[in-house]
């Protein structure tokens, strides 16, 4: 007998920033698929805060309008503006039936993700590396987005027990490629690029480019990550109102 999702339970809204690369659309709906799949009890919706539909307001609304409740969870790797703005003000037009969780990152689950797809794009273990690894991610005019990027270089760096400097694709400085080329001034023999990003697209379509002479894939709808949307949902679920 297949489980059903229970209506009692706040709708899951897997909420993220949204697209225009089909295999970005395609990574992040597996992710949701994936959270789906793992908790068959709960109504898991897709939402978005830029780019296309459907838009997180409009589910929101919809939620709040047949009397249910829900959860927010964001499907990005910091607080910045979509967190604190956009999906804030989505909740707060919910009638109180609504909640947001945290954001995904940064954290020691995003870092292990982060950590895997590096060791992949290596062929072996990183922490015996050696070499330069520069932090690729979408950059933000936002500061507490950028300082959670920098967060995210400190907990990878203190995994691999070497620096780790961070490079923008966007709206910062200096660029991925900016960052390996100055490693590389500073005599790094090999560089290596980690992916803090979510879903390819443009960004990570653009750090092929960049001079490394490795590059992590995003890191996709990992069971880390999996495990880390349900926690986010639990967590929040029980400010949730009745």
Known sequence: MTDRPATDRPVLVACSHGTRS????????????AVAAARPDLEVRAAHVDVHGPELPDVVGELTAAGRRGVVVPLLLSSGYHVR???????AA?????????A????????????QRLGEALGEDPAGFG??????????????????VRAAADLLAARLRAPVTCGFLSAQEPSVADAVAAARRAGA???????????????????????????AEPMGPH????????????????TATA
């Open 189 to 215: 023999g090999r560089v290596a690029v980690a992916s803090y990003l979510l879903a390819p697209g443009v960004f990570s379509q653009r750090l092929a480019a960049a001079g490394a002479d490795a590059v």
């Open 131 to 148: 070499g330069a690894v520069v932090l690729a991610a979408a950059g933000s005019s936002d500061a507490v987005a950028q300082a959670d």
């Open 94 to 102: 919910g009638a109180g039936r609504s909640v947001a969780a945290a």
């Open 223 to 238: 069971p880390v990550l999996v495990d880390l949307v349900v926690r986010r949902y639990e967590a929040a679920a029980l």
């Open 22 to 33: 089909r295999s970005g659309r395609r990574t992040v709906d597996a992710l949701r698929a």
């Open 104 to 115: 995904l990152g940064p954290g020691p689950e995003v870092t292990d993700v982060v950590l």
């Open 85 to 91: 703005v956009d999906i804030a003000g989505a909740v």
